[in-house]
């Protein structure tokens, strides 16, 4: 069965500080990835996919299959970007979430 | 496009008492799924529908609770005889089309049981 787990429930950074937001994954077959943000009082929201590859936000998140991991990252984080973040493993047309960690950006 | 709809946002049943909690999907997407949030915990699958079929219900519970999304209407999650460990937030989310993973979520219903 596929799991995803996120060992930080909470975590803080001074603006402007990198931020790495770890993500393992477990599952025996090729993972597709995602993280979702939830901002406070909003909806959740994707926010990057790893096969798009793509840079949203100044956030990028590289698929490790040799450490299984799907961490996000950020090289200087902004205030705006205190919010709720949530790893996810697709399979079987099924999200898998983690438990998700709560970033607070300090000014 | 308003998104993805669901209502009522907060639901205080009595155990034993039914819940219906409802979802609208984003127009033209035809797929709806239903997550529970437990406190402290991430969202957990539960149910995947497309129009008047049930596609994946292995997140449900095997008793009390159910899915349909009907030809017309919403997507309806009916849990019945609520106990307190219903207690939780019910997100719905639905997808376009060919694209099960790009998920737009409504902003939840919390059931609360007494």
């Known amino acids: 069965a596929q799991r995803v787990t996120q060992p930080e429930k909470l975590l803080s950074v001074f603006k402007g500080a990198p931020v790495e937001l770890k993500c393992n994954y477990s599952?025996?077959?090729?993972?597709?990835l995602f993280w979702y943000v939830q901002y406070s009082r909003q909806r959740l929201q994707l926010l990057l996919r790893?096969?798009s590859r793509e840079s949203i936000k100044g956030f990028t998140a590289d698929l490790n299959k040799g450490e299984t991991s799907f961490h996000l990252k950020k090289p200087f984080a902004q205030e705006e970007d205190s919010a709720m973040y949530y790893c996810?493993?697709?399979?079987?047309?099924?999200?898998?979430f983690g438990s998700g960690t709560q970033l607070t950006v300090l000014p | 496009n308003a998104g993805v709809m669901q209502n009522p946002r907060h639901l205080v049943r009595r155990r034993g008492q039914e819940a219906r909690l409802r979802c609208s999907p984003m127009?033209?997407?035809?797929?709806v799924y239903w997550y529970r949030q437990l406190p402290e915990e991430g969202l957990k699958f539960m149910v995947y529908?497309?129009?008047?079929?049930?596609?994946?219900e292995s997140g449900m519970p095997k008793e009390r609770f159910s899915a349909e999304f009907p030809k017309e209407g919403p997507s309806i999650l009916r849990i019945q005889q609520v106990v307190r460990g219903d207690s939780a937030a019910y997100f719905c989310?639905?997808?376009?089309?060919?694209?099960?993973?790009?998920?737009?979520f409504g902003p939840g219903t919390r059931l609360t049981v007494t």
């Open positions: 989310a639905s997808s376009p089309p060919g694209d099960s993973y790009e998920q737009y």
């Open positions: 599952y025996s077959g090729s993972p597709e």
């Open positions: 790893h096969i």
């Open positions: 996810a493993l697709g399979s079987a047309r099924q999200l898998t």
């Open positions: 127009k033209g997407h035809s797929h």
């Open positions: 529908l497309q129009k008047e079929n049930i596609i994946d």
